[in-house]
């Protein structure tokens, strides 16, 4: 038995969701009792995986290909399933990209299997792994077993598990030259997909102030737009502040917005509901302010303050301006 992890690069860059899923197979693979590899695919990625040789797996595999420069879903479904006829890993973990929902469903169609999509937890019993998937906006937890012959498939939620939990060794590196041609490939490479059209990535963020409807008006909102900049922070919001045309889409965080994982996320007047918190339940520390002692944010906040915001962050913002 053997865990693979298949982590994502773009133009000799790493999604930020790779060293999750690296550290996501490290620490599944220990309690499973067995060897964790790691893959990139593309072409020109020996720096990439010259960086993944200083973590603690088994292997690197360094696939190389001209027609693995630009993602198609045909070359990397195709390069990955010889790898698995080759070496016969028994699980292979992806981070849960855009990238990785389309190719996936169709390495498990050509490999005739099920694809576990979007885990966000995982336990060890018995020598059997279960992953933890959400149902209807993260209300229902649903435990989901594999069956049937190995290899199994699955992918990892934004912030499920963190990166700066990778574990450092050294690692051989093997080139995978896979065999592919220009015909095999019936897919033209366009623009990457945005999530939004303009260039917010609040999932590339340390720091996010978050914003609700207890800033009542939408002039208000400078205020916590004040604070965000004194923080050298992202300013995002609950889904109400951007339906009703505050901020833009693109700020919104929850399980219809962005899914974030920064290493401070602020809450300020959002009450919690569960639709924000699936999307920023993988904040390393959360920091709460609300009026309501009640607000169900508290329950997910390392750090509450109980109080008038119009109080609260002005004085916030003046501490930090002082030398």
Request: proline share 5%; charged share 20%.
């Amino acid at each position: 038995m053997s865990v693979l992890a298949v982590l994502e690069q773009r133009a000799g860059q790493w999604h930020r969701m790779s060293f999750e899923t690296l550290a996501a197979a490290q620490q599944i693979a220990r309690e499973l009792g067995t060897t964790v590899s790691a893959a990139v695919l593309g072409h020109d990625v020996g720096a990439l995986a010259d960086e993944l040789a200083a973590t603690d797996v088994a292997t690197v595999y360094a696939f190389e290909h001209e027609l693995l420069k630009d993602y198609t879903p045909d070359a990397y479904a195709m390069a990955l399933e010889a790898h698995i006829d080759l070496f016969h890993p028994s699980l292979m973990l992806f981070p849960h990209t855009y990238q990785v929902r389309d190719f996936l469903p169709k390495l498990a169609t050509r490999l005739d299997r099920a694809a576990v999509t979007g885990a966000v937890s995982h336990r060890v019993e018995n020598g059997e792994l279960t992953l933890v998937r959400q149902l209807f906006q993260g209300k229902v937890n649903a435990d989901v077993r594999f069956a049937g012959e190995a290899p199994h498939l699955a992918s990892l939620q934004a912030g499920a598990y963190r990166a700066d939990r990778v574990e450092k060794g050294t690692a051989p590196i093997e080139v995978m030259l896979p065999y592919l041609q220009p015909g095999d490939i019936r897919t033209r490479p366009l623009e990457p997909f945005r999530a939004a059209g303009h260039t917010v990535d609040l999932g590339a963020a340390e720091r996010i102030v978050s914003v609700g409807r207890g800033i009542r008006e939408a002039e208000n909102i400078a205020l916590v737009e004040k604070l965000a900049q004194a923080m050298g922070a992202e300013l995002a919001a609950s889904r109400p502040i951007c339906d009703a045309g505050w901020l833009p889409m693109e700020r919104q965080v929850g399980s219809s917005g962005q899914t974030v994982a920064p290493k401070l996320y602020v809450a300020i007047g959002i009450s919690g509901a569960i639709q924000h918190l699936v999307g920023m339940k993988g904040a390393r520390t959360v920091v709460a302010i609300n009026r309501d002692p009640d607000a169900p944010i508290f329950e997910a906040a390392d750090y509450g303050i109980v109080g008038d915001l119009f109080r609260v962050v002005p004085a916030m913002i003046e501490a930090l301006k002082k030398p």
